[in-house]
């Protein structure tokens, strides 16, 4: 069975700051792998995604993660975040079809 | 603007009562996974379906709790009887199955047993 670690629960971070956020995965096969962020009140969006090729991913609003597979992590990475950024984020891993999720890291942006 | 819709949005019941929850995943795909939110344990996956057979629904409390896909455009998540450790947001996602696919979130209930 799969599982996934998010190594930080809360992050505070000033506007401007570099942003990364582990996670770790566990799955002995194939895996697909994901960064999902929900802001206050909203469902589930999909950051990056990594389903195989080069392992330096970029998603949307300035966001990257790399898989390192002999880590097997998966972080995510921002070189200078904004305030509203703040939100929660999720690394997901999927394997034999099944999506798991991580605890989650609650980002908050001080401008 | 193909979405998942999922009903109601918001729920509040007593303690006992049944309760469903629907969802309406994209057309065309085949894959459904229902998932719990609390703030204890985060996101939990409760069940998740192909081609409307439910493939895992180990995490889900099977004596109160069941799923269903009725048909390609409805999933159901019932809770009978409901209790107040209950009260959460399900969210439900759907994807277009295969090796390479992502899971589209609707925008959840929010469950409140009293």
């Known amino acids: 069975a799969q599982s996934v670690s998010q190594h930080n629960h809360h992050v505070i971070l000033s506007e401007a700051a570099s942003l990364e956020l582990g996670c770790n995965y566990s799955?002995?096969?194939?895996?697909?792998l994901f960064w999902y962020v929900q802001y206050p009140g909203q469902h589930l969006q999909l950051l990056l995604k990594?389903?195989?090729?080069?392992?330096l991913v970029k998603g949307i609003k300035g966001f990257e993660a790399e898989f390192i597979k002999s880590k097997f992590s998966f972080n995510l990475r921002k070189p200078s975040v904004q305030w509203s950024d703040t939100a929660e984020y999720f690394c997901?891993?999927?394997?034999?079809?099944?999506?798991?999720f991580g605890q989650g890291t609650t980002l908050q942006v001080k401008p | 603007d193909a979405r998942v819709t999922q009903t109601p949005r918001h729920k509040v019941t007593e303690m006992g009562q049944e309760v469903t929850m629907r969802c309406q995943p994209i057309?065309?795909?085949?894959?459904v996974f229902w998932y719990r939110q609390t703030m204890m344990q985060g996101l939990e996956l409760l069940a998740y379906?192909?081609?409307?057979?439910?493939?895992?629904d180990s995490g889900m409390p099977k004596d109160r709790f069941s799923a269903e896909m009725p048909d390609a455009t409805l999933a159901t998540l019932k809770i009978q009887p409901s209790e107040p450790r209950d009260s959460a947001v399900y969210f439900c996602?759907?994807?277009?199955?295969?090796?390479?696919?992502?899971?589209?979130f609707g925008q959840g209930t929010r469950l409140t047993v009293v």
């Open positions: 997901a891993v999927m394997g034999a079809g099944k999506l798991i």
């Open positions: 996602a759907s994807g277009s199955g295969g090796s390479s696919t992502e899971a589209f």
């Open positions: 379906f192909r081609n409307r057979a439910p493939l895992d």
């Open positions: 990594y389903f195989s090729g080069d392992p």
């Open positions: 057309l065309g795909h085949n894959t």
């Open positions: 799955y002995g096969g194939t895996v697909n």
